[in-house]
């Protein structure tokens, strides 16, 4: 279960605080939605939870089952079971998918005390994955999202989320610049991947997403804070009613 407790944070670089005593609570096995206007702190929150460093938490804690992961590298709360699928994922040059992922899922397995996989034992279970989210794993042998649309940097942050085994999946705007048969892929992946044993948290904009990915429970985030929490309806009141009454005064 993942407890956010009235979490502060700002961007390091600017001493601008961006999330104001967040507090959210995603029991094991929910799938929860964040929903806001842009500039809310959506993305920021994303990264706090993976841990990046330009970022410093100035009050509250985030606790994975039990365990405060502030003081946590990226790599440890990977190893922990914690993943963030990126709103724009990096490209890069020279490194092919494949060789990328089997490093980051090597890792992974090391510090979980697993194994590593030896390249014929990875590419079966590349193979296998994608044949089960329907992703076309070729793309993988091309550099890290390099001349990749949209949906195949997309599709291949799927695959990797399925590869890597999360127990915490954070999916920041997934759906951005998707067009419906890619979202529908996407969608289909993070629904796969839905288990009793995995807690997911989807950043959208738009309530289009949450028509394939139905959540538990939606929150609006709006000026670094949560506003109103709801069911699944939430999301189809707001796309009628917008983010109006929700922006800072
Ligand atoms: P969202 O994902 O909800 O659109 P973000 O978390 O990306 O919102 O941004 C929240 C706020 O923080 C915005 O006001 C944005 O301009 C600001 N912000 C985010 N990252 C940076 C940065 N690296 N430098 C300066 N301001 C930033
Ligand atoms: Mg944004
Ligand atoms: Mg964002």
New binding site residues.
């Given amino acids: 279960m993942l407890e956010i407790k009235n979490l502060h944070a700002k ?1 390091i ?2 001493d ?1 605080p ?1 999330l104001k005593g967040i507090n959210l609570t995603v029991p094991t096995g929910e799938v929860h939605a964040i929903m ?12 706090i939870l993976a841990g990046r460093d ?1 970022y410093e938490v100035t009050e509250g804690d985030i606790l994975w089952n039990g365990k405060s992961i502030l003081d946590m590298s990226p790599d440890e709360r990977a190893a922990e079971g914690v993943f963030l699928a990126f ?1 724009y994922p990096m490209e890069i040059p020279g490194v092919a998918g494949l060789t990328f992922l089997r490093t980051a899922l090597n890792s992974v397995r090391t510090k979980r005390g697993q194994p590593e996989l030896t390249t014929p034992e990875f590419m079966k279970l590349v193979r296998e994955k994608g044949a089960e989210l329907n992703i076309d794993v070729e793309m993988l042998k091309r550099p890290v999202n390099v001349g990749f649309s949209g949906g195949e940097k997309k599709r291949s942050e799927i695959l990797q989320m399925a590869l890597l085994e999360p127990t915490l999946c954070v999916l ?2 997934t759906d951005s610049g998707l067009d419906i048969d890619a979202l529908r892929v996407v969608s289909d992946g993070v629904n796969a991947l839905r288990s009793p044993e995995r807690s997911m948290l989807v ?1 959208t ?1 738009y309530q289009r997403l949450l028509n394939h990915i139905v959540p538990d429970k939606v929150h609006v ?1 709006s000026d ?1 804070k949560i506003q109103r929490s709801g069911g699944k309806e939430l999301a189809l009141e707001l796309e009628k009613s917008g983010y109006a009454e929700y922006q800072a005064a």
């Fill in positions: 961007i670089e600017e601008k961006i806001g206007p842009n500039g809310s702190g959506k993305s920021t929150l994303a990264y330009d709103q920041d705007e950043i904009h985030l670094g």
